[in-house]
């Protein structure tokens, strides 16, 4: 087993400076080599202040504010614009990334795509829905509209 300390928060696993202990596969083949994680020293429990600092930073201020933006992202539908050929089946797939650029343009705020969990791979125009992660006790749902553009 190996012990870790997040920087990133991994679903499933952990926020941002919580220190993990995990197979030793898992954190050399993914965690390490796409810098989630730091492996643990004594040393580096001292950045685990620093991490959750810069964590509580670019969280929102208050569960009232999440909750208040969780409320306005499920009452739109977020339109997606992408390619599509003639049968609506998309050239590629939607990436949480596509999705955070899209909740931006409706004006719904700014949402990191470490923060947008696609329940599967949307390959097809259509409705899908998707979730949005804005604090540690508020997710939104929200449904996205995508059409070929």
């Known amino acids: 087993m190996a012990k870790l300390i997040l920087t990133h928060e991994v679903s499933g696993l952990g926020a941002a400076g919580d220190i993990v202990e995990v197979k030793n596969g898992y954190a050399r083949n993914f965690l390490l080599p796409r810098g989630f994680a730091l492996t643990w020293t004594k040393g580096g ?39 599509a050929g003639d049968s609506g089946r ?23 795509k470490r923060k947008v969990e696609l329940p599967a791979h949307i390959k097809s125009t259509g409705k899908h829905t998707a979730t949005l992660r804005l604090h540690d006790d508020v997710s ?3 449904t996205l509209n995508v059409v070929a553009g």
């Open 45 to 83: 429990e001292k950045q685990v202040e620093t991490i959750k600092a810069a964590r509580a930073a670019h969280a929102h201020a208050t569960i009232e504010a999440a909750q208040a933006q969780a409320a306005a992202l499920q009452a739109q539908v977020v339109v997606l614009k992408v390619k």
């Open 90 to 112: 998309l050239f590629g797939t939607v990436k949480a990334d596509d999705v955070a650029k899209a909740v931006a343009a409706a004006g719904l705020g700014t949402i990191d």
């Open 140 to 142: 939104a749902v929200i």
